[in-house]
């Protein structure tokens, strides 16, 4: 079993809908990380989070540590959104990271 | 743009050769971090360097080294070269080690032949 498993490995939305990635994780963290990554390959840094909730335009991502658990919300999804989005555990100054969600979002 | 730059982009090389990956961390930062990214294992983290020294260290082989320089840009070498190495590798940058945001690299693409 993965040390970070994400859900679901892939996942189709028309425009407008709202999105949700789920990431679980087995280890102790000091943060999680959330990345975007573009078919292009480039990837970008989306979030940091230790607790709580942050917000940065139409994406939201939460923290659950007791249940050891962060979504990653997209609301009002549009094309351009469709990317790959990764989710991963800093342990110890190393980042674990899951599997990937691969979305796809049609006009 | 995150500010981190890598070279070269791509590099096509034969098995059993040497080469060496570049890195430039953004401006301030003091921590890189190397990770590579294989269709079969997903992205997997190597090795951080915090200030010229090593200060973390992941699944890295034995045939691949990294440094960090006085003026902080980071190198990594991978030697004996065999086809399972063909991957994206990643570098990305932190103001500072452990808790911080990193910003990620284009990547150097490696293609073994």
């Known amino acids: 079993k993965n040390e970070v498993e994400q859900s679901p490995q892939n996942l189709t939305a028309q425009e407008g809908e709202f999105i949700t990635i789920n990431c679980s994780y087995s280890?102790?963290?000091?943060?999680l990380h959330w990345l975007q990554q573009h078919p292009g390959g480039g990837i970008v840094s989306l979030f940091m989070?230790?607790?709580g909730k942050k917000k940065h335009g139409r994406l939201i991502a939460t923290i659950n540590i007791q249940e050891k658990h962060s979504s990653l919300h997209i609301t009002a999804s549009h094309p351009r959104d469709s990317a790959v989005y990764i989710c991963?555990?800093?342990?110890?100054?190393?980042?674990?990271f899951g599997t990937g969600t691969r979305l796809q979002v049609f006009p | 743009d995150s500010g981190v730059t890598q070279t070269p982009k791509h590099l096509i090389t034969a098995t059993g050769q040497r080469v060496t990956l570049r890195c430039s961390p953004r401006?301030?930062?003091?921590?890189v971090y190397w990770y590579q990214q294989s269709l079969d294992q997903g992205l997997q983290f190597l090795i951080q360097?915090?200030?010229?020294?090593?200060?973390a260290k992941g699944n890295i082989l034995e045939r691949f080294s990294a440094q960090q320089f006085p003026d902080l840009h980071s190198e990594l070498n991978l030697s004996s070269l065999e086809l399972g190495d063909s991957a994206l590798y990643f570098c990305?940058?932190?103001?500072?080690?452990?808790?911080?945001?990193?910003?990620f690299g284009p990547g150097t693409r490696l293609t073994v032949l």
């Open positions: 990305a940058s932190s103001v500072g080690a452990g808790k911080n945001e990193q910003f």
């Open positions: 280890v102790g963290i000091s943060a």
């Open positions: 989070l230790s607790s």
């Open positions: 991963a555990a800093l342990v110890t100054d190393k980042l674990i």
């Open positions: 401006s301030g930062d003091l921590s």
């Open positions: 360097y915090y200030n010229g020294e090593e200060r």
